[in-house]
């Protein structure tokens, strides 16, 4: 898996843009949907209400398989409307997942409560043969029209460097087409118990 990474100019997202976005990239890129590990990762800006203010900053961000970087690209140049807001995508870029000791996803997916949803997560990455410590972020619910996902950020440190590339290769749980269980490198937390 690999990211490519898109510069992005648009002024606003409502807060359910994932299930639209997702939409219009799959109509762009019509591939996307034979791969389920395929990902969008969640857009940064400034919430305002139920919107999401985006920066000049802002940047669309694909995880795909590596084979699929070259095709991703042809997202360069593109128009995504969104609930009535225009994004142009511009310029892209490859860029390859980097090790780390702490990681994040700003929601796994999940109908759990945050007890059971922590101990389904230790379980799955003891499946995975992956030894870390986690953090429970806050709870996250997106509601779209006809479907909503709900579920906790999620924060894993303590991680050897090689297991990091497999969290990010293979995420965890569902919808991430809709940026749930992508991680990402964040600051680093150690030696907590």
């Known amino acids: 898996m690999i990211d490519v990474v898109?510069?992005?100019?648009g002024v606003s997202v409502p807060d359910n843009y994932p299930f639209e976005l997702w939409s219009e990239i799959a109509r762009l890129l019509p591939w996307l949907k034979e791969n389920e590990n395929v990902g969008i990762l969640p857009l940064r800006g400034?919430?305002?209400g139920n919107r999401t203010l985006l920066s000049r900053r802002t940047k669309l961000i694909l995880r795909v398989p590596v084979n699929r970087a070259v095709d991703t690209l042809a997202l360069s140049g593109?128009?995504?409307h969104l609930d009535g807001n225009l994004l142009s995508v511009g310029k892209g870029k490859e860029r390859e997942l980097q090790t780390a000791t702490t990681l994040h996803s700003?929601?796994?997916?999940?109908k759990l409560g945050e007890v059971e949803f922590i101990?389904?997560?230790k379980k799955k990455l003891e499946a995975m043969n992956i030894a870390c410590n986690l953090i429970c972020d806050k709870?996250?619910?997106i509601k779209g029209a006809k479907q909503s996902l709900s579920g906790y950020g999620l924060v894993l440190h303590d991680l050897k460097p090689q297991v990091s590339l497999q969290i990010q290769r293979s995420g965890l749980g569902e919808a991430r087409q809709f940026g749930c269980g992508i991680f990402v490198p964040f600051k680093a937390i150690t030696g907590l118990e």
């Open 6 to 9: 898109f510069d992005l100019s």
């Open 46 to 48: 400034s919430a305002s």
């Open 78 to 80: 593109q128009e995504i």
């Open 106 to 110: 700003y929601m796994v997916e999940s």
């Open 119 to 121: 101990a389904d997560m």
């Open 139 to 141: 709870y996250r619910n």
